[in-house]
């Protein structure tokens, strides 16, 4: 058999079948490469976790875990995936991706929820995606997704989460801090337990049949005044006039006259003096200060 392959590869015929064989070899192993390495997109999405009705895929805890690393380098820049995996960082990353779904599936289940109305103000209001006019970027927004490796779906996401832990845990913390010896009796009550009985009576059963007359209506209405009574309301019309509105009458000279002449007391011309008073030291002084005042100055 090893003879007669001999025989057959050591002819054209053969040599053109062994390097075909060969080719075909290397074509396998290339396809085999490929298909084998992630990095070329040959190994299909997995469900890995899934929590309630989502489901965490592979995809997503690789990009995940790759930007974890990336912000873990900042502090240690020589740590490779080896050891960030050893360290425990893939762990963590899964259990943050399923707290954060399990908690956004628990707040639409309380009757939680945001809007992207919501969600662009919260972007419009973080200043690194603003501008020099101090309002949303979309150019400085996309460089920062680049930069960082995030999608914009995923900045989304947190801002959802972080409106849904307001909503929800923010009013439990500001609640006032109970003392054990009243959070203690409190907490055992739900341990208690009780039974009872209800019975369902309907009204055709004991409601009156007839019309009621005036006299019923009357007390029915004395005793429920308040339900039917309304409020007191009172209006206040007015009206705006001017000048416009109402022209001034023309007033002759006569009138004039004859209302100066009535009030020509009132528009008398009144004498008006001021007295200035000196007091001098001597009769000298006295003497000098009269002839400057004389001579023109001032008092």
């Given at each position: 058999?090893?003879?007669?392959?001999?025989?057959?590869?050591?002819?054209?015929?053969?040599a053109?079948?062994?390097?075909?064989?060969?080719?075909?070899?290397?074509?396998?192993?290339?396809?085999?490469?490929?298909?084998?390495?992630?990095?070329?997109?040959?190994?299909?999405?997995?469900?890995?976790?899934?929590?309630?009705?989502?489901?965490?895929?592979s995809?997503?805890i690789?990009?995940?875990v790759?930007?974890?690393l990336?912000?873990?380098?900042?502090?240690?820049?020589?740590?490779?995936?080896?050891?960030?995996?050893?360290?425990?960082?893939?762990?963590?990353?899964?259990?943050?991706?399923?707290?954060?779904?399990?908690?956004?599936?628990?707040?639409a289940?309380?009757?939680?929820?945001?809007?992207?109305?919501?969600?662009?103000?919260?972007?419009?209001?973080?200043?690194?995606?603003?501008?020099?006019?101090?309002?949303?970027?979309?150019?400085?927004?996309?460089?920062?997704l680049?930069?960082?490796?995030?999608?914009?779906?995923?900045?989304?996401?947190?801002?959802?989460r972080?409106?849904?832990l307001?909503?929800?845990?923010?009013?439990?913390?500001?609640?006032?801090?109970?003392?054990?010896t009243?959070?203690?009796?409190?907490?055992?009550?739900?341990?208690?337990s009780?039974?009872?009985?209800?019975?369902?009576i309907?009204?055709?059963?004991?409601?009156p049949?007839t019309t009621?007359?005036?006299?019923?209506i009357?007390?029915?209405?004395?005793?429920?005044?308040t339900?039917?009574s309304?409020?007191?309301?009172?209006?206040?019309?007015?009206?705006?006039?001017?000048?416009?509105?109402?022209?001034?009458?023309?007033?002759?000279?006569?009138?004039?006259?004859?209302?100066y002449?009535?009030?020509?007391?009132?528009?008398a011309?009144r004498?008006?003096?001021?007295?200035?008073?000196?007091?001098?030291?001597?009769?000298?002084?006295?003497?000098?200060?009269v002839t400057?005042?004389?001579?023109?100055?001032?008092?």
């Amino acid at each position: 058999m090893i003879t007669a392959l001999r025989r057959l590869f050591g002819s054209k015929i053969g040599a053109a079948i062994a390097l075909a064989f060969v080719v075909m070899i290397g074509i396998i192993f290339a396809v085999g490469d490929v298909t084998s390495n992630p990095g070329f997109g040959g190994v299909t999405e997995g469900q890995v976790v899934r929590v309630g009705a989502n489901q965490i895929s592979s995809n997503r805890i690789k990009r995940e875990v790759q930007q974890a690393l990336e912000r873990a380098r900042e502090q240690q820049p020589g740590l490779t995936m080896a050891a960030f995996v050893e360290a425990g960082g893939l762990d963590q990353v899964v259990k943050q991706l399923i707290e954060a779904e399990a908690f956004e599936q628990y707040a639409a289940q309380l009757g939680f929820g945001t809007s992207e109305r919501q969600i662009d103000g919260r972007l419009a209001d973080l200043t690194v995606f603003q501008g020099a006019t101090g309002k949303f970027d979309r150019v400085r927004f996309d460089q920062y997704l680049a930069q960082n490796g995030l999608s914009e779906a995923q900045i989304r996401g947190d801002l959802r989460r972080q409106i849904l832990l307001e909503q929800i845990a923010e009013p439990i913390g500001k609640l006032p801090a109970i003392g054990t010896t009243l959070a203690g009796p409190y907490a055992a009550l739900v341990r208690e337990s009780r039974q009872g009985e209800a019975l369902f009576i309907p009204a055709s059963s004991f409601a009156p049949t007839t019309t009621p007359d005036d006299a019923t209506i009357g007390k029915f209405l004395a005793q429920n005044r308040t339900k039917f009574s309304l409020p007191e309301r009172r209006v206040v019309r007015y009206a705006l006039f001017d000048r416009s509105a109402v022209p001034a009458p023309v007033v002759t000279d006569a009138e004039v006259a004859a209302e100066y002449k009535k009030q020509a007391a009132r528009y008398a011309a009144r004498e008006t003096r001021a007295i200035a008073q000196v007091i001098a030291p001597s009769q000298a002084v006295a003497q000098q200060i009269v002839t400057k005042v004389r001579g023109g100055a001032s008092l």
